[in-house]
């Protein structure tokens, strides 16, 4: 089964925000996308180096082709900090000359199932098609201090205390007073209860919303 069609992941820019999995997200999409076509990996603020497909540094166009016609998934980026990548020195406009999919994860999470999202986040590219919203299905349950990045914002958005254990409400709420993303898709979704809870959440959404295991490949259209 694959992802990218429930999510409408089509040609051009899409930005992945939200919480933990992001990164998993972004290279399962990567995979499925390059049988169609060549793909940029990237991001806006700060992801991990892949191990398994080549990264450029300070590159240009030119590079870029290149690199794709070697390989059809490529990231690029820049060095930062711990070994760790930001953004390109190329613009998403020009990243999308070179491929036919950029997908860029647009925000961090500190590895959290779930998020609330500072002022300044996410940093989500103009031309991006598509902007994917990752929940963390075991956040569910636990408080929200000990499971949501940003918690003490995420707290005040839901108007609860951060020792306030996540329900799917709580997360609806917040993602609708954020007002972010026009896909979701929940993931660590695997028990009947995971499956019960996610349902509650797409429930209460206006967008459409996909659940699954990005570790299994088993994902499920809810709404």
Known sequence: MQIAPLLHVGRGVTAIIGGGGKTTLMETLAEELSKKGKVIITTTTHIRRPAQYETLLDADEPAVSAALDRSNIVCVGEAAENGKLCAPRLSMNAL???????????????????????????????????????????????????VCHRSERYAALCGVSENALVTPELEATLILAEGLGD??????????????RAAALANRLTCPVTAGSLHKGVYLCLR
Request: proline letters at 8%; charged letters at 30%; one cysteine or more.
């Open 96 to 146: 999308t000359h070179c491929a036919d999919f950029v997908l860029v994860e647009a925000d961090g999470a500190k590895r959290l199932p779930l998020k609330a999202h500072a002022p300044h986040e996410p940093v989500i590219p103009a031309n991006a098609q598509r902007v994917v919203l990752v929940v963390g299905a075991d956040g569910f349950g636990k408080p929200i201090r000990d």
């Open 183 to 196: 896909r979701v898709y929940i993931n660590k979704v695997e028990t009947a209860e995971d499956y019960d």
